[in-house]
């Protein structure tokens, strides 16, 4: 009786099983500020959805999870919007070049590889540095939040920053630096994300800490905000082009995880910055170790259907 | 002989049942019949697979095979292989005239096969139909097969069930079949053949088909029918739902907890 048929995916399941699915990743949205599509569409292919239909039901429910993180973050004043702006108009157009990179790749046959591998990469340098550098600063507490400055030290790469035209301040995030970085940084992670067929929040999370050296709570909210539209945008063309959004299984999500973005803000609120990059460094990490794991040990089948990552 | 009985109309099959039975028997129990109860299933919102019964009748002595097939379609699969020591996807098989449904019963402990033809059902006449094409060498073709077969095992949509059909002696002197074919809640929507064939000695004596109709009705076939016909309404409404249930959240939540 708990079942429930999913007539885009073409199969029945438990409906206690998707709402806790949609809460764990909905929890791990509102804590960290990732759409957690790298979690979620794995765990639905386990349950026997066909990739095609996880990927583009769970951007759906990103968007609700999203929504509902963004809305609790955007009332704890940790919303950046001119920032969030300038990086989602970036991570588009960085979308669209990734998109054509992928064409190129295919055409020239070994699309799976480099995929694979710059998800690899990208899980475990962005998870070992995170890992870390929240380590070290967990280590000698107290002297954690003021480093951000680092007055004597002028590495290249703010010399490089401050040498750009343009240049503004972001309020909320406390910086001031030139209009074309979050707008280059976007494009960026857009290729990346594309590239990978994921958000790309837990790139872009990182990338906002370390790069535009925005304070945490600020980074998460920000964070949301940007995958929100990038996800609309996702559900809409999947909609058009591949009818691969399936809304009964993606409402049943939404729900579990608009409630779990919910606590997973208010938690966000509580920790501390850093207990928080290193709780999401780990599970950068071990996802890293998982896909590694399935590069290297003999798949249980060679053939399988096409989609998903 | 076998009666458009619907689903709900258990009585009316029961009697189309009889009647075909009385009139094998007038024909000597030489024909094997057929009859599915329900013969058409409905995938309904808490659809979750299906049984439906079968009741059939055979020659006495002779061994009962029920071959469920679905209509066939081309698939491309990712063909999985090493690159630089790591698995990925390297290539894509063409896989042409695959059965949507495979399900393969019998009343004996084995499947039975026919000595003198070719035998129509079983795995080894699904890989003469079967064709694998694209990136695989024509020495791996078998070993391809079997791991096509394997991922539609894997997925329930194909099944050998040897042994399953019972038999009993019917009052004309020949043997009742009974069986169930559990369809899984993956089975597609759309039109089965459900074939029962009479084997005895390695021969075939007689086959009977019957069509099964699995059809989507209700809110499954409305949300199908939107998503496909009506794909950017179907995207908006999709994010619509998604932006309100996240603000509804919202707006619950900060009045539970912070007033």
């Known amino acids: 009786?708990?079942?429930?048929?999913?007539?885009?995916?073409?199969?029945?399941?438990?409906?206690?099983?998707?709402?806790?699915?949609?809460?764990?990743?909905?929890?791990?949205?509102?804590?960290?500020?990732?759409?957690?599509?790298?979690?979620?569409?794995?765990?639905?292919?386990?349950?026997?959805?066909?990739s095609t239909v996880a990927a583009a039901s769970d951007s759906n429910q990103i968007v609700a999870a999203s929504t509902s993180g963004t809305y609790a973050h955007w009332r704890m004043g940790n919303v950046d919007f001119k920032m969030g702006f300038l990086l989602l108009v970036g991570g588009v157009l960085g979308g669209t070049v990734g998109v054509q990179i992928i064409k190129i790749l295919r055409a020239m046959g070994n699309a799976d590889f480099v995929i694979k591998i710059t998800y690899v990469l990208m899980l475990?340098?962005?998870?070992?540095?995170?890992?870390?550098?929240?380590?070290?600063?967990?280590?000698?507490?107290?002297?954690?939040?003021?480093?951000?400055?680092?007055?004597?030290?002028?590495?290249?790469?703010?010399?490089?920053?401050?040498?750009?035209?343009?240049?503004?301040r972001f309020e909320k995030s406390g910086v001031t630096f030139s209009v074309l970085l979050p707008l280059i940084l976007g494009v960026m992670v857009g290729i990346?994300?594309?590239?990978?067929?994921?958000?790309?929040?837990?790139?872009?999370?990182?990338?906002?800490?370390?790069?535009?050296?925005?304070?945490?709570?600020?980074?998460?909210?920000?964070?949301?905000?940007?995958?929100?539209f990038t996800c609309i945008n996702v559900t809409v063309m999947q909609s058009i082009t591949n009818h691969n959004v399936d809304l009964v299984?993606?409402?049943?999500?939404?729900?579990?995880?608009?409630?779990?973005?919910?606590?997973?803000?208010?938690?966000s609120r509580r920790l501390h910055a850093d207990q928080l990059k290193i709780l999401l460094a780990s599970i950068v990490l071990l996802v890293m170790v998982q896909i590694l794991f399935s590069l290297i040990l003999t798949p249980g089948q060679l053939l399988a259907y096409k989609g998903g990552h | 002989m076998t009666g458009p009985s619907r689903v709900g109309q258990g009585a009316?099959?029961?009697?189309?049942?009889?009647?075909?039975?009385?009139?094998?028997?007038?024909?000597?129990?030489?024909?094997a019949e057929l009859q599915l109860v329900p013969n058409e299933v409905e995938i309904g919102a808490f659809f979750d697979g299906a049984q439906v019964k079968l009741q059939g009748a055979i020659p006495a002595g002779a061994a009962a095979v029920v071959e469920v097939l679905g209509s066939t379609a081309t698939e491309k699969l990712l063909r999985k292989g090493r690159r630089g020591g790591l698995w990925m996807s390297v290539g894509e098989i063409k896989v042409e005239n695959v059965p949507s449904?495979?399900?393969?019963?019998?009343?004996?402990?084995?499947?039975?096969?026919?000595?003198?033809?070719?035998?129509?059902?079983?795995?080894?006449?699904?890989?003469?139909?079967?064709?694998?094409?694209?990136?695989?060498?024509?020495?791996?073709?078998?070993?391809?097969?079997?791991?096509?077969?394997?991922?539609?095992?894997?997925?329930?949509?194909?099944?050998?069930?040897?042994?399953?059909?019972k038999l009993a002696p019917a009052p004309d002197g020949g043997s009742l079949v009974k069986g169930a074919i559990a369809l899984p809640a993956k089975v597609p929507a759309g039109n089965y053949r459900v074939r029962l064939s009479a084997v005895l000695h390695g021969s075939l004596l007689s086959q009977r088909d019957a069509p099964l109709e699995v059809k989507m009705v209700g809110f499954p076939a409305m949300l199908m029918k939107l998503a496909y016909q009506q794909g950017a309404l179907y995207g908006i409404l999709a994010v619509v739902i998604a932006i309100v249930t996240g603000f509804i959240m919202g707006i619950l939540f900060k009045g539970k907890t912070e007033h």
């Open chain 2, 101 to 165: 449904l495979y399900i393969l019963q019998s009343s004996s402990p084995e499947i039975p096969t026919l000595t003198a033809t070719a035998t129509p059902w079983g795995v080894a006449a699904l890989q003469k139909v079967v064709k694998l094409s694209g990136s695989l060498e024509a020495s791996e073709q078998g070993k391809f097969f079997q791991e096509f077969l394997e991922l539609k095992k894997h997925e329930q949509v194909y099944r050998v069930s040897p042994g399953v059909l």
């Open chain 1, 249 to 267: 299984l993606a409402v049943i999500l939404l729900i579990g995880s608009t409630l779990g973005a919910q606590i997973g803000a208010k938690l």
């Open chain 1, 124 to 168: 475990g340098i962005v998870g070992f540095y995170m890992f870390m550098e929240s380590l070290q600063a967990l280590r000698k507490k107290g002297v954690v939040e003021p480093k951000r400055g680092e007055p004597g030290k002028v590495s290249i790469y703010v010399r490089m920053i401050q040498a750009l035209p343009w240049q503004m």
């Open chain 1, 192 to 228: 990346l994300a594309a590239i990978m067929g994921v958000g790309g929040g837990f790139v872009m999370v990182p990338v906002m800490v370390y790069m535009l050296r925005m304070p945490m709570h600020v980074v998460v909210g920000t964070s949301l905000f940007q995958i929100l």
């Open chain 2, 12 to 31: 009316a099959a029961v009697l189309a049942f009889l009647l075909a039975l009385g009139l094998a028997g007038a024909a000597g129990a030489a024909a």
């Open chain 1, 1 to 50: 009786m708990w079942n429930l048929y999913l007539p885009i995916a073409g199969t029945s399941i438990n409906i206690l099983l998707l709402f806790g699915l949609g809460g764990l990743v909905g929890f791990l949205s509102g804590l960290f500020g990732v759409g957690g599509g790298f979690l979620m569409t794995p765990l639905l292919l386990m349950a026997g959805i066909p």
